[in-house]
């Protein structure tokens, strides 16, 4: 069949009395939608949760380079230049080259010694980009007679070089390849997300209350005196959210194996560079379905796994659900027997029916549910089945 140009994947999590994402002032952050203002959870806190899990579908079990994301990878690069056996001032002047070069960003070029190692901005570098950066540092050192040649050689390659920078950007980590890496540099590479994440939002008005409490000091408590170590307050929020999330299949394709997006969907690639492409959608299933993000992990334990889950897959541009949850669901309907959490299916389902008889729109379907629901043209299938469908139509397909 075909190759889809898009899968799309939408989720119902619920997370009762935790905190899972807090803004600059400590609260839990919110989306005015419609007739109510929600709790959200922000689509950088659930792709960070994606990326570092550590479990059998983790990201890392893929054996692909990952990346680092920081504002000290001069320092990381410093280091392993020393380590192949390169004096500190040649490693240190090494650094400075690539940052006045405008290796990771544009600014800085006044800043020496430690300062000179951080970056405006975190970065995110492969590790075959940091590796033939700290190689290619390491011979032009073995040959600088002084740190002020080895600058200008480094400077001079680096322009010389950029073609052969640019052309491993498919090795600048897995994480830029799902999820885009944008960079002011003069020399790295900008690369397109093929995965684009949306916030998470209850599908309800926010649910939210003030928990106040005390911190025990125990010898205090031996010596029988009253009191405690500390008086705190935090905000909990409790709600049933919507997720949404998108994956570019060509550009996932192009991302992990150097292939020009529009020559593979257009002209086809061969079955065996499509399997990583298939790999990554199956774990990335997993992940969103069973992956909790949370701050105060350990006082509210916010761990779920999606009540609901549907994958769809097709060539249309995709859209999103949320429309169903423009006037949020009321948390009692005396008209409606079912949970609000069938109600949200059902105000899910109603949207897929309207907008299919509006643009009947070619899209294949499987879903999850906890629930006794039907979904509009939608098979049902458990977690393991549904990864199976998604990386079979990728590896399968002809893109």
């Given at each position: 069949m075909p190759l889809p140009r898009f899968i799309q994947i939408h989720t119902l999590h619920t997370y009762p009395a935790a905190l899972l994402n807090r803004d600059d002032a400590g609260l839990a952050k919110r989306l005015p939608l419609g007739n109510a203002v929600r709790t959200r959870i922000s689509s950088q806190c659930l792709k960070r949760h994606w990326r570092v899990t550590d479990d059998q579908f983790a990201l890392s079990?893929?054996?692909?380079?990952?990346?680092?994301?920081?504002?000290?990878?001069?320092?990381?690069?410093?280091?392993?230049?020393?380590?192949?056996?390169?004096?500190a001032a040649l490693a240190q002047a090494a650094a400075e080259a690539l940052r006045d070069a405008g290796l990771l960003d544009k600014g800085g070029k006044d800043k020496k010694g430690e300062d000179a190692l951080k970056t405006g901005q975190a970065v995110l570098m492969g590790k075959p980009e940091i590796d033939y950066l700290v190689r290619r540092c390491t011979e032009l050192a073995q040959t600088s007679p002084d740190e002020k040649s080895l600058r200008a050689d480094i400077i001079s390659a680096l322009k010389d070089e950029k073609k052969n920078i640019e052309a491993i950007k498919h090795g600048s980590g897995l994480e830029s390849a799902l999820f885009g890496r944008m960079v002011t540099s003069d020399i790295l590479a900008s690369r397109e997300a093929s995965v684009s994440v949306a916030h998470a939002f209850t599908v309800h008005q926010a649910q939210v209350e003030n928990d106040y409490f005390t911190v025990v000091d125990d010898l205090m408590q031996e010596a029988g005196e009253l009191g405690s170590a500390g008086i705190f307050d935090t905000e909990l929020a409790s709600g049933l959210y919507y997720g949404y999330v998108v994956v570019d299949v060509p550009q996932l394709v192009e991302n992990l194996e150097g292939i020009d997006a529009t020559d593979c969907f257009a002209n086809g690639t061969p079955a065996e560079r499509r399997e990583l492409a298939g790999r990554v959608v199956q774990h990335l299933l997993h992940l969103i379905a069973t992956v909790s993000p949370g701050a105060k992990r350990g006082s509210t334990a916010p761990f779920d796994w999606a009540k609901f889950m549907l994958v769809e897959a097709g060539d249309?541009?995709?859209?999103?659900?949320?429309?169903?949850?423009?006037?949020?669901?009321?948390?009692?309907?005396?008209?409606?027997?079912?949970?609000?959490?069938?109600?949200?299916?059902?105000?899910?389902?109603?949207?897929?029916?309207?907008?299919?008889?509006?643009?009947?729109?070619?899209?294949?379907?499987?879903?999850?549910?906890?629930?006794?629901?039907?979904?509009?043209?939608?098979?049902?299938?458990?977690?393991?089945?549904?990864?199976?469908?998604?990386?079979?139509?990728?590896?399968?397909?002809?893109?």
């Amino acid at each position: 069949m075909p190759l889809p140009r898009f899968i799309q994947i939408h989720t119902l999590h619920t997370y009762p009395a935790a905190l899972l994402n807090r803004d600059d002032a400590g609260l839990a952050k919110r989306l005015p939608l419609g007739n109510a203002v929600r709790t959200r959870i922000s689509s950088q806190c659930l792709k960070r949760h994606w990326r570092v899990t550590d479990d059998q579908f983790a990201l890392s079990k893929l054996d692909v380079p990952m990346a680092i994301r920081s504002r000290a990878t001069l320092e990381l690069i410093s280091k392993r230049i020393q380590e192949n056996g390169i004096s500190a001032a040649l490693a240190q002047a090494a650094a400075e080259a690539l940052r006045d070069a405008g290796l990771l960003d544009k600014g800085g070029k006044d800043k020496k010694g430690e300062d000179a190692l951080k970056t405006g901005q975190a970065v995110l570098m492969g590790k075959p980009e940091i590796d033939y950066l700290v190689r290619r540092c390491t011979e032009l050192a073995q040959t600088s007679p002084d740190e002020k040649s080895l600058r200008a050689d480094i400077i001079s390659a680096l322009k010389d070089e950029k073609k052969n920078i640019e052309a491993i950007k498919h090795g600048s980590g897995l994480e830029s390849a799902l999820f885009g890496r944008m960079v002011t540099s003069d020399i790295l590479a900008s690369r397109e997300a093929s995965v684009s994440v949306a916030h998470a939002f209850t599908v309800h008005q926010a649910q939210v209350e003030n928990d106040y409490f005390t911190v025990v000091d125990d010898l205090m408590q031996e010596a029988g005196e009253l009191g405690s170590a500390g008086i705190f307050d935090t905000e909990l929020a409790s709600g049933l959210y919507y997720g949404y999330v998108v994956v570019d299949v060509p550009q996932l394709v192009e991302n992990l194996e150097g292939i020009d997006a529009t020559d593979c969907f257009a002209n086809g690639t061969p079955a065996e560079r499509r399997e990583l492409a298939g790999r990554v959608v199956q774990h990335l299933l997993h992940l969103i379905a069973t992956v909790s993000p949370g701050a105060k992990r350990g006082s509210t334990a916010p761990f779920d796994w999606a009540k609901f889950m549907l994958v769809e897959a097709g060539d249309w541009q995709p859209r999103s659900l949320a429309g169903a949850f423009h006037d949020a669901l009321p948390l009692e309907d005396k008209a409606n027997a079912g949970t609000i959490r069938q109600r949200a299916v059902m105000r899910i389902t109603q949207e897929i029916t309207a907008m299919d008889e509006a643009y009947g729109s070619p899209l294949a379907r499987r879903f999850l549910a906890l629930d006794a629901v039907e979904i509009a043209g939608a098979e049902r299938a458990n977690l393991t089945k549904l990864g199976e469908w998604a990386s079979a139509i990728v590896r399968q397909g002809a893109c």
